[in-house]
């Protein structure tokens, strides 16, 4: 069941999840398997906790790992994943369900990978959901700051 908070918001927005069985899409892989879209058009969202004691919800690209490097740059700080009862603290939402609507004790992050989409598929705060949305339609609403985060191919090996 999607969360109220994040109902309301997409109404707002005019946005519409998609619903599936619960337990179905907790993953990228699965959530772009259920849905039908690339991996990468998942718009993964993870929570890290700073040196400085601050949280930051990355969201992703659903085909690529985190830069710690490039974390700590966009951040300022050395980062680590949080542990799931942060993320569940912190964000309202568990993890495998995590969304970046509504939340309000982190600071969103959106990396620039996913522009690269015509739409992307952040979770509606369960694990059993997706949100039809783009890149700056996302950006817009939850006011995250577009970063370079990912680890790419396309970088030359040090």
Do not use: W
Not at 79 to 97: F, W
């Amino acid at each position: 069941m999607i969360p109220e908070r994040v109902k309301a918001i997409l109404e707002v927005h005019g946005l519409n999840a998609l619903e599936f069985e619960p337990g179905s899409t907790p993953t990228s892989e699965l959530a772009a398997a259920k849905i039908g879209v690339e991996v990468g058009q998942i718009a993964k969202s993870m929570l890290f906790k700073g040196k400085n004691g601050n949280f930051y919800l990355a969201v992703c690209p659903g085909d690529l790992r985190v830069c710690s490097k490039k974390m700590k740059q966009a951040t300022g700080t050395r980062v680590r994943m949080a542990r799931g009862d942060e993320t569940e603290q912190v964000t309202g939402y568990k993890p495998g369900g995590v969304c970046p609507f509504g939340v309000e004790e982190a600071e969103l992050l959106i990396d620039i990978g996913l522009a690269d989409y015509p739409l992307i598929y952040p979770a509606a705060g369960n694990d059993a959901s997706g949100v039809p949305v783009t890149f700056d339609q996302l950006q817009t609403i939850t006011g995250a700051r577009p970063v370079d985060v990912m680890e790419r191919d396309t970088e030359p090996a040090l």
